[in-house]
């Protein structure tokens, strides 16, 4: 992944449009590495029962391990992590 440059350019003293055009092409430029999946392995999750509800004080392994395993293919459908 490319580092992102945080920096934007600086405003004009007046309103320019192409400054504009170039500053919204900046930002989703860098909205784009932002959100571009970290990892290019792919996570593999099998025998996962999909489970989005934990007790927290009161849980077994195998339930943490499929409230996981649904974060993991949930966030794999937004194209979050590959």
Known sequence: MSRVNVRLPQPPAQYDRAHMNRLV?????Q????????S??????????????MDADS???AEVADVLG???????????IS
Request: net charge negative; charged share 20%.
């Open 59 to 61: 849980t077994t392994l």
């Open 40 to 53: 290019t392995d792919p996570y593999l999750m099998t025998n996962v029962t999909t489970d989005r509800a």
């Open 25 to 29: 092409n900046t930002i989703e430029l």
């Open 70 to 80: 649904t974060l993991i293919t949930d966030l794999k459908a937004k194209g979050v």
């Open 31 to 38: 909205l784009s590495e932002i959100n571009s999946a970290a």
